[in-house]
């Protein structure tokens, strides 16, 4: 397996000869357009071990103190006559950081430092050193564009080739995952209310896509392959971290073996906006359902996502409509019955998961003149031949579940203060409540004071009933950006 640096090699080789052949066809570019944006902000996290339900912080613990430190830079040729065939950006992302709460708390000293030290496990077994510090190049990336003509204004044809290590997001839901399937998730050392940018792992892949401009009765239909080589599954933090899952994972190599798909359609109608998504790959956001009870390590089987989604506009309302739908065939479910036959203790179902959602912004009299952005959105899953009683499995693992998100937000004198408001209910009885208000005096600077919690009945089916108690945070980050 090439390792990163023979990677960004490739890539800078690649766009070194793409842009040599573009300046022998006679198309000199005058000049690159370089844009560099960063940001540097630290965290504190201050958790109450035993909920804010039994008690408004009265039993505490630092659970986080980390500083980072981000920097992207893309670099794009501005040419005198534009070719047909171009590279558009190469773009590179780094990020960097050091969480200090490994070494002011003691609690911390007896997770190994290396997460392959005990001689089992994968490459992805993290250990106390991956916690407490990150030294990552992202994203790199080289963006080539065929033009069908050379003049683009009259025939608008274009196809598009993004390679390297990339994040790609789909589908339109906000709390959800239902599409969005192609990167794994970075857990290690995360909360509730984190970017789900800065949670996305980038991966090796190359992403092909092509537009057709007006076709027929659409105004645009496009086509988007993905090839990935590169295989990874959600990292989680090892058993004593505050983010514990605790588990070792079992190993793909990531080679053409091992390679993932995805395909999406889309079409523009009108207003109507609308994709198809095919994805193949191993499974890696179901991070206790592929618990191996014989060996206790997490497998991530192959499998395949079927799903759609549609945003069209309500101009009757002034609200936009959003909505997403997907079919799994092959989930695995912790099944303790498997165990009598020599199964692994989990068993595969077909799950069905659908979503929609309104955006609407009011205008309230709050001492305000921004409107006050709505979001709500109701979620329905369905796990095929799921007895419930008998796998005796809990939280939120019924045949049928329902959730639903509102998330409420607006500003206060030109965006310098902006509240918000995010609850997540899972119908079955829990819900997270996570309110937030962020200080911002120039647009660099801002200050931000989050809570996130955990309420309702521990002992029901939801989802979120195995983090009441003890799960509560309250976060204060402050970020400089550029």
């Not at 295989?231 to 390679?259: C, E, I, K, V």
């Amino acid at each position: 397996m090439m390792n990163i640096r023979a990677r960004l090699a490739l890539l800078v080789m690649f766009a070194a000869l793409a842009l040599c052949w573009t300046s022998s066809q006679g198309y000199a570019f005058e000049n690159v357009d370089v844009g560099f944006h960063g940001r540097i902000q630290t965290t504190g996290i201050m958790r109450d071990i035993t909920g804010i339900q039994y008690g408004l912080f009265d039993s505490n613990q630092w659970v986080g103190w980390k500083t980072e430190l981000q920097m992207d830079i893309g670099v794009s040729p501005v040419y005198l006559t534009r070719p047909p065939l171009r590279i558009d950006k190469v773009y590179l992302s780094y990020r960097g950081s050091y969480d200090l709460i490994y070494d002011l708390e003691s609690r911390y000293d007896n997770i190994p430092d290396s997460g392959r030290s005990w001689g089992t496990g994968s490459r992805y077994d993290l250990g106390k050193d991956d916690l407490r510090s990150e030294n990552d190049m992202r994203e790199a990336f080289v963006d080539v564009t065929l033009d069908a003509g050379e003049n683009t204004e009259k025939n608008p044809v274009n196809a598009h080739l993004r390679l390297g290590r990339q994040i790609v997001m789909w589908g339109e839901a906000d709390g959800f995952n239902l599409v969005n399937v192609v990167n794994p998730q970075d857990l290690r050392g995360v909360t509730a209310f984190a970017n789900p940018d800065d949670v996305a792992m980038p991966i090796w892949m190359s992403r092909f896509g092509l537009n057709s401009g007006a076709a027929g009765p659409f105004n645009n239909l496009s086509f988007q392959f993905l090839a990935i080589p590169d295989n990874r599954p959600t990292l989680w933090a090892p058993a004593g971290a505050p983010y514990q899952l605790g588990f070792s994972q079992n190993d793909h190599a990531s080679d053409f073996r091992n390679m993932q798909y995805g395909l999406r359609l889309g079409g523009l109608y009108k207003d109507l906006q609308a994709y198809l998504y095919l994805f193949n790959g191993f499974e890696n956001n179901q991070p206790v359902g592929g618990l191996n009870l014989t060996n206790y390590q997490l497998d991530h089987p192959r499998y395949r996502m079927y799903g759609a989604s549609i945003s069209v506009p309500w101009d009757a309302w002034r609200a936009m409509i959003r909505a997403e739908a997907s079919l799994t065939d092959e989930n695995t479910y912790t099944d303790i019955s498997t165990l009598s036959a020599g199964g692994p203790g989990y068993s595969f179902h077909k799950v069905f998961r659908s979503y929609i959602g309104i955006d609407k912004p009011l205008h309230p009299s709050l001492g305000t003149d921004s409107a006050l952005s709505t979001t709500v959105q109701l979620y329905y899953q369905h796990v095929y031949d799921w007895d419930f009683e008998n796998n005796l499995t809990r939280p939120g693992m019924k045949e049928d579940s329902y959730q639903i998100i509102l998330i409420l937000g607006t500003d206060y004198n030109h965006g310098t203060i902006a509240p918000g408001i995010f609850v997540w209910y899972d119908m079955e009885g829990s819900y997270l409540f996570s309110p937030s208000v962020t200080y911002s005096p120039d647009g660099r600077w801002s200050f931000k004071l989050s809570l996130t919690s955990y309420l309702g009945d521990k002992n029901s089916a939801s989802k979120f009933a195995a983090y009441i108690g003890g799960n509560d945070e309250l976060a204060f980050q402050v970020k400089y950006q550029w």
